[in-house]
């Protein structure tokens, strides 16, 4: 399985961002999709999670009711809608799928190259 994630960049404090994650590959497995992120000299984190047949999401707390994961199955693709960014959400962003729903919050099996997301003051 291979991930390509994109749509990072630089944005005032307050302002939104939309990361896509393309999945290619032997994606038939896979049973959920993701969102990790790490900030400069921080461990990385866990974002947001959906999964790829009912679509159930889940979000860490310091996220939830500002970013948004959705899936587009036909194209394979995930995104994650990043509004009211604050400069706290600077980090880069990985993309991240497993076959289980349950080891996806925990460490997933793949990984695609991170994206860097950077939130002005």
Same mark, same amino acid.
């Given at each position: @399985?291979?991930?390509?994630?994109?749509? =990072? #960049?630089? @944005?005032?404090? =307050?302002?939104?961002?939309?990361?896509?994650? $393309?999945? &290619?590959?032997?994606?038939?497995?896979? %049973?959920?999709? =993701?969102?990790?992120?790490?900030?400069?000299?921080? !461990?990385? !984190?866990?974002? *947001? *999670?959906? $999964?790829?047949?009912? #679509?159930?999401?889940? /979000?860490?707390?310091? @996220?939830?009711?500002?970013?948004?994961?959705?899936? !587009? %199955?036909?194209?394979?693709?995930? +995104?994650?809608?990043? %509004?009211?960014?604050?400069? !706290?959400?600077? *980090?880069? +962003?990985?993309?991240?799928?497993?076959?289980?729903?349950?080891?996806?919050? *925990?460490?997933?099996? /793949?990984?695609?190259?991170?994206?860097?997301?950077? @939130? &002005?003051?």
């Amino acid at each position: @399985v291979q991930l390509q994630a994109s749509g =990072g #960049g630089l @944005v005032q404090a =307050g302002g939104s961002l939309r990361l896509s994650c $393309s999945a &290619s590959g032997t994606i038939f497995a896979i %049973n959920a999709m =993701g969102w990790f992120r790490q900030a400069p000299g921080k !461990e990385r !984190e866990f974002v *947001a *999670a959906i $999964s790829w047949s009912g #679509g159930s999401t889940y /979000y860490s707390d310091s @996220v939830k009711g500002r970013f948004t994961i959705s899936r !587009e %199955n036909a194209k394979n693709t995930v +995104y994650l809608q990043m %509004n009211s960014l604050k400069p !706290e959400d600077t *980090a880069v +962003y990985y993309c991240a799928a497993d076959e289980l729903y349950s080891s996806l919050l *925990a460490t997933p099996r /793949y990984w695609g190259q991170g994206t860097l997301v950077t @939130v &002005s003051s």
